[in-house]
């Protein structure tokens, strides 16, 4: 009776393992959709803090840094502080006239907000749960709102930097939560990748040949060669 009795629970824990990892291959299939659409909405929001901090730096640093996270230290993330509300973006075809670097700013941080709010409620059910509440904590995060509330109130120069400075705390979470939500989102991106439909995958039109399974899925953090050749430069956003 015993051994038999051993046998059916070791049977059970074998066919529930089963069970588990085929229900783990649905949702990660399952959730393809949703990472291709979050990745596009997470890199265009590092990419707009990206260019706010570079361009709120008071020089070129010595030691340039090579990707977003080591960009995003609290030591060049505090120079936002000095970011002047004023300062307007060059025109071009795609740019309003006169068009400022915080309203421009605010529209990405609002849509992008917007889009990752929509993923984690349509997709809440087949996402991994710990994906669900990183986006969950940036699309709820204090310190971008309190940045939008500060543009469209129109603060000046010195309100800003008063702002900014009380919430130091704010800004510091912020980083680390943006850090986070890129961490988990390529992890759960490369595992979601080996499920995914092999006909479905990304293909290089020119050379007509399959990229990665996960190419369009994971968020490079690097950034590019010409980051810092390319406007805003830095100290071309801070007060005078």
Known sequence: ???????????????????????????????????????????????TWSDLVKGCLPNLPAERPTTDDELFASH???HLGRLDPAVTRLESAEE??????????VARFRRDRDALDDIARSYG????????????????????????TLTEEGADAK????????????REAH???LSSAITVHNRV????????????LPRA???????????DLVLDTHLDPGFWATRPTPGSLRTS
């Open 96 to 105: 309003e006239p006169g068009e400022r670097w915080t309203s421009w700013a």
């Open 205 to 215: 039109a020119a050379l007509d040949i399959d990229l990665g399974a996960a190419e």
């Open 1 to 47: 009776v015993a051994t038999e009795s051993l046998a059916i629970i070791v049977t059970l824990a074998f066919v529930r393992t089963i069970v588990e990892r085929q229900e783990r291959a649905r949702r990660l299939r399952a959730s393809v959709g949703a990472l291709r659409k979050a990745r596009v909405s997470l890199e265009r929001l590092v990419s």
């Open 175 to 177: 980083f680390r939560a």
């Open 76 to 78: 060049y993330t505090e």
């Open 125 to 148: 059910s087949v996402l991994d749960p710990d994906y669900v509440e990183v986006l969950e904590a940036l699309v709820d995060d204090g310190f971008v709102e309190a940045f939008i």
């Open 159 to 170: 309100e800003w930097r008063f702002q900014m400075n009380m919430n130091r705390g704010r």
């Open 189 to 200: 991106a490369e595992e979601a990748a080996a499920y995914r439909s092999r006909s479905l």
